[in-house]
C-alpha cells in the first residue's frame, strides 16, 4: 500500500511542479486588470490553470507508469 502512496504523492508534486512552470507568465489577473470585469477575469483563468495543472497530473503519471521509481520498494512487478 505505501508503495502506491509514493506513486501518487510523485504525481502530485510533478504536477505541481508542471503547474509552477507553465502559469508563471500567465499574470494575475487581479493586479492587472482593476475593472468591473474582474470575476470574469477570475473565471477564465481559474480554468486555464486548472486544465494546465491537470495536464501536469497526466504527464507526471505516464513517467510514474512509464520508469516505475518505486517498483523495488513493494516488492510485487505489477503496478496494480
Same mark, same amino acid.
Given at each position: 500500500?505505501?508503495?502506491?502512496?509514493?506513486?501518487?504523492?510523485?504525481?502530485?508534486?510533478?504536477?505541481?511542479?508542471?503547474?509552477?512552470?507553465?502559469?508563471?507568465?500567465?499574470?494575475?489577473? +487581479?493586479?492587472?486588470? $482593476?475593472?468591473?470585469?474582474? &470575476?470574469?477575469?477570475? #473565471?477564465?483563468?481559474?480554468?486555464?490553470?486548472? =486544465?494546465? +495543472?491537470?495536464?501536469? $497530473?497526466?504527464?507526471?503519471? &505516464?513517467?510514474?507508469? #512509464?520508469?516505475?521509481?518505486?517498483?523495488?520498494? =513493494?516488492?510485487?512487478?505489477?503496478?496494480?
Amino acid at each position: 500500500m505505501s508503495v502506491y502512496l509514493a506513486y501518487a504523492m510523485a504525481v502530485y508534486c510533478l504536477g505541481s511542479v508542471y503547474y509552477l512552470f507553465s502559469t508563471r507568465a500567465l499574470g494575475t489577473p +487581479f493586479r492587472d486588470s $482593476l475593472t468591473a470585469k474582474q &470575476l470574469a477575469i477570475k #473565471a477564465k483563468a481559474v480554468s486555464e490553470r486548472k =486544465g494546465i +495543472f491537470m495536464q501536469g $497530473l497526466a504527464v507526471a503519471t &505516464l513517467v510514474m507508469v #512509464a520508469t516505475r521509481p518505486f517498483s523495488a520498494c =513493494g516488492g510485487s512487478k505489477s503496478w496494480f
